[in-house]
């Protein structure tokens, strides 16, 4: 009974402190910080952590960036403890000389983060601080450390084992579906009737992961397409004049769009989980779909090819698909990972390049990023594993025989002269 007791004394004491009026509280900021970090009782600490994050949303751009500051310079490690301690663990490694160590190069404001996160509802507004952070910081050392501090946090209490995968229909509560036209970042919603057309249908499928301690916030979603192939036009997959198909007549499930929702959670990855969680879901629910593939943009090849001294206009499509296989295939960051943001994340999934396809988003942003040019990524169930180890560990990129041909095509001469002077394959 004491411990049935202490419960439901603590929810009592949380309701009362989430629900009652705020109260005057003269201490500044500063002193609101310290009291929490050094507070041993949880009411006191609750209703200070309450305070700060109040203050904080009230805050305009240069309180938060005081703010933050204060953070990166008042509540960093201190070097000499570091070393000290280190040295204390490697003369006599045991417990209390590694929890010395432990305690020395964690700074402060980990466990201040930590403790704000203890008011209910606190983790979304700790998310838009982040958010705040990465949007304000620039380049300030000091303030990326602080930011690897919200990382390393949200790292554990984001991963995998806490989000909860569900499936978004026209039947979804109203403020999800806002926030699905609001998040889209890949193919623009641009209407009510334009959402209704990608979740509607029996042929249309979108998915969404959330976490517990945001409900109402999708983290990342995809839109999925059931197909009777593997498509190779984004504008044949939405058009408003398509027939829909039976799931059941359906073979090929189409991730056309996956997007990020929070700018807090950048670095985050949920993309890996989503996906092969939904294609195992979608294989239980349809054993007739066998083919899993992305139809994806291939954001930097337009700045590429301007790099490498090719116009756009220059090129027809059948040249413009030798060098977009190229591009992914050959095109290199310093580090040995392809220049191609989509690329690196969906080869890092272990999905390998398929096929690549001129003409096939012709909207204004597909243009100007991809010179209208997009790829699929395939998704073998049964290789994926295989896949992201060679990737991880070799920068080794799997693709089809195809794209392999047409890169090898492409590495025949130089690409201004095979522009300029070789016939279109």
């Given at each position: 009974m004491t411990i049935l007791?202490?419960?439901?004394?603590?929810?009592?004491?949380?309701?009362?402190?989430?629900?009652?009026?705020?109260?005057?509280?003269?201490?500044?900021?500063?002193?609101?910080?310290?009291?929490?970090?050094?507070?041993?009782?949880?009411?006191?600490?609750?209703?200070?952590?309450?305070?700060?994050?109040?203050?904080?949303?009230?805050?305009?751009?240069?309180?938060?960036?005081?703010?933050?500051?204060?953070?990166?310079?008042?509540?960093?490690?201190?070097?000499?403890?570091?070393?000290?301690?280190?040295?204390?663990?490697?003369?006599g490694p045991g417990k209390k000389t590694y929890r010395d160590f432990m305690a020395a190069v964690e700074p402060d404001r980990q466990e201040l983060i930590r403790r704000l996160n203890q008011?209910?509802?606190?983790?979304?507004?700790?998310?838009?601080?982040?958010?705040?952070?990465?949007?304000?910081?620039?380049?300030?050392?000091?303030?990326?450390?602080?930011?690897?501090?919200?990382?390393?946090?949200?790292a554990s209490w984001f991963n995998r084992g806490f989000l909860v995968l569900r499936p978004v229909s026209w039947e979804s509560p109203a403020h999800i579906l806002e926030k699905i036209i609001a998040y889209e970042a890949v193919h623009e919603i641009a209407s009510w009737e334009d959402l209704r057309r990608r979740?509607?249908?029996?042929?249309?499928?979108?998915?969404?992961?959330?976490?517990?301690?945001?409900?109402?916030?999708?983290?990342?979603?995809?839109?999925?397409?059931?197909?009777?192939?593997?498509?190779?036009?984004?504008?044949?997959?939405?058009?408003?004049?398509?027939?829909?198909?039976?799931?059941?007549?359906?073979?090929?499930?189409?991730?056309?769009?996956?997007?990020?929702?929070?700018a807090g959670l950048a670095g985050i990855s949920f993309g890996n989980s989503l996906i092969k969680q939904v294609a195992a879901d979608l294989a239980a629910e349809l054993p007739n779909l066998k083919t899993f593939v992305t139809l994806s943009p291939i954001p930097g090849l337009t700045k590429w090819l301007a790099a490498e001294g090719i116009g756009v206009d220059d090129v027809d499509p059948k040249q413009l698909r030798i060098l977009a296989a190229h591009y992914l295939m050959s095109a290199k960051r310093n580090d040995g990972q392809p220049l191609d943001p989509v690329a690196r994340f969906?080869?890092?999934?272990?999905?390998?390049?398929?096929?690549?396809?001129?003409?096939?988003?012709?909207?204004?942003?597909?243009?100007?990023?991809?010179?209208?040019?997009?790829v699929n990524y395939l998704y073998d169930l049964n290789k994926v594993a295989q896949n992201h180890e060679r990737f991880a560990t070799g920068n080794e990129i799997a693709a089809s025989s195809e794209i392999r041909s047409l890169d090898a095509n492409a590495k025949k001469q130089d690409l201004r002269k095979q522009v300029n002077e070789q016939p279109a394959v």
């Open positions: 007791g202490d419960l439901l004394s603590t929810i009592f004491e949380r309701r009362y402190l989430t629900s009652a009026p705020d109260r005057h509280d003269s201490r500044t900021m500063e002193e609101l910080i310290t009291a929490l970090v050094g507070a041993t009782g949880e009411v006191s600490g609750l209703s200070a952590a309450k305070q700060i994050l109040k203050r904080y949303r009230d805050m305009d751009d240069r309180a938060k960036l005081d703010f933050f500051h204060h953070l990166a310079r008042d509540m960093n490690i201190d070097p000499e403890t570091v070393r000290t301690t280190l040295d204390a663990y490697e003369a008011i209910p509802g606190a983790t979304q507004t700790l998310v838009q601080m982040r958010a705040d952070l990465l949007r304000l910081g620039g380049s300030d050392q000091e303030l990326q450390a602080l930011d690897q501090d919200f990382r390393h946090l949200f979740l509607v249908p029996g042929d249309r499928r979108c998915f969404a992961f959330f976490h517990p301690s945001m409900p109402d916030e999708p983290l990342i979603f995809v839109e999925v397409a059931l197909t009777g192939g593997i498509p190779g036009s984004i504008q044949g997959l939405l058009t408003e004049e398509r027939e829909p198909i039976t799931a059941d007549n359906s073979n090929t499930a189409v991730f056309y769009s996956i997007s990020n929702c929070q969906h080869l890092g999934n272990g999905a390998r390049i398929h096929a690549v396809h001129a003409e096939a988003d012709l909207s204004p942003k597909g243009d100007e990023q991809s010179a209208c040019t997009m």
